[in-house]
């Protein structure tokens, strides 16, 4: 909308700050930005209203710079995942010459698309079970590298050995945390985006599991946890052959597992 006559926005904020809206003055400007109509917009604030993630409601997130789609359902990237990002950055290095970055559960497609940004000589590929969140990463990644399917059974033979960077944000909420989680993720997100197994680390062991087989020699393998499950995760990376930092970064509240093969 490019102009507000008819919209009582002091209202819109107290009704955003009714539902728990922390940042609602920043929200209702968004929504504002967003809407076609006065109508239009009222309809964005009702679905706020009702609990529906704001990027939902938008239709899209801002992540490390990069905006990206967000169907319903779909998992919405959270900031603390920039440390991923900047890890791998930081390990391509200023002139990648088209190294092989693999975003295994990509969800929307924002870690590959962020590291791309960074990075734009890097050849990205990304993998996800969720239909809809293969077409939403298919919007900012090269639609042909964006695959549908579990973890690596997905991924081309051509990969094998040769992927310089792995990212991997898999889930590892433990499934008796979910019910504990917030609402916006708990009923907008699908449950397999969130729920790790009975420890949390189900999917991380599997991807752990995996990746020598995927990793060029001096590739690197990066795996958000949590700081409570960091110490099992570097168990489960040596039973894998792999050997294991672990990077914490207090502002994003993001620990990261920094993973090597020790072949």
């Known amino acids: 909308m490019t102009s507000t006559p008819d919209v009582d926005l002091p209202l819109l904020v107290a009704r955003l700050r009714a539902v728990g809206c922390v940042w609602a003055e920043d929200e209702v400007a968004l929504l504002l930005a967003e ?67 693999v975003d295994l559960g990509c969800g929307t497609g924002a870690l590959g698309a962020a590291v791309a940004a960074a990075r734009p000589g890097v050849e ?15 919007q900012v990644l090269p639609p042909d590298r964006v695959l549908e399917g579990d973890l690596y059974d997905a991924l081309p033979a051509a990969l094998v050995g040769r992927v ?22 708990r009923l907008h997100e699908r449950r397999q985006a969130l729920d790790g197994g009975s420890d949390g680390l189900d999917e991380q062991r599997r991807v752990l599991a995996g990746a020598a087989r995927w990793l060029a020699p001096d ?16 168990v489960a990376a040596a039973s894998a ?15 990261v597992l920094a993973v090597r093969s020790t072949t």
């Open 35 to 101: 809407a076609r109509t006065p109508d239009h917009l009222e309809a964005l604030v009702a679905r706020r209203e009702q609990g529906v993630p704001l990027e939902v409601v938008v239709g899209w997130a801002d992540f490390a710079g990069v905006r990206v789609p967000v169907e319903p359902g779909v998992f919405v990237p959270r900031a603390r995942s920039a440390l991923l990002v900047r890890l791998a950055v930081e390990a391509l290095g200023p002139r990648p010459d088209a190294a092989v970055v």
């Open 124 to 138: 990205v590929w990304a993998v996800d079970v969720d239909p809809a969140a293969v077409r939403c990463a298919r």
């Open 164 to 185: 310089a960077v792995l990212l991997a944000n898999a889930p590892y909420v433990p499934t008796a945390a979910v019910a504990l989680m917030p609402p916006e993720a």
């Open 219 to 234: 590739g690197l393998l990066l795996v958000e946890t949590s700081r409570g499950q960091a110490p099992d995760g570097v």
């Open 241 to 255: 052959g792999l050997e294991t930092r672990v990077v914490v970064d207090d502002d994003l509240d993001a620990t």
